[in-house]
Each structure stands twice: as structure tokens, then as C-alpha cells.
């Protein structure tokens, strides 16, 4: 669902992209690389435990979950935005 959402949400920020592959490209990864570095930021903020042992640990790993799939449904939109012939 988190996916889907994101998907979804990052299509219809970025309506009416312009034809030229270039500048396309450009918008996208502008769209897209704060997402990718907040998930990244996430993972490395992780736990260096085996077990989740407070509550802390437990919101820092669902928040984890969160960014990296929401992450991922806008990577899979950018690269349907990019390949799309309008």
C-alpha cells in the first residue's frame, strides 16, 4: 500500500513533464533524490542491535520501513514518467 501510494502521489506531482529526455530526466531526479536520500538517511539511523528492544528502536525501524517503500513507488513512477512518450 505504502508503494502504491507513493507511486500514485509522485505521478501526479509530476504532470506534464516536457518531451526532451534531458530536461525530463532533470525534473524527475529533482523530484525524486530527497526521497531517496531521507530512506537512505533512515537505514543508516537504524539500530546497530539484533533485537528491538524499545519502543525508540521499534519507531525507528517502522519509520525505516516507511521512507525505503515509499522510496521505491516513487523510483517505480520516475522511471515510468521518464519512458513515457506523451
Known amino acids: ?9 509522485f505521478i501526479k506531482l509530476n504532470n506534464g513533464l516536457p518531451q526532451n529526455y534531458r530536461a525530463r530526466g532533470g525534473i524527475i531526479e529533482s523530484a525524486f533524490r530527497p526521497l531517496l536520500n531521507n530512506a ?4 543508516e539511523n537504524l539500530p546497530h542491535k539484533q533485537t528491538v528492544a524499545t519502543v ?3 519507531q525507528c525501524l517502522i519509520e525505516a520501513y516507511v521512507k ?4 521505491l513507488g516513487a523510483r517505480a513512477a520516475a522511471m515510468d514518467l521518464y519512458c513515457a512518450v506523451e
Open 1 to 9: 500500500m505504502i508503494f502504491q501510494n507513493s507511486y500514485t502521489l
Open 40 to 43: 537512505h538517511t533512515a537505514l
Open 56 to 58: 525508540a528502536d521499534a
Open 68 to 71: 525505503v517503500h515509499w522510496a
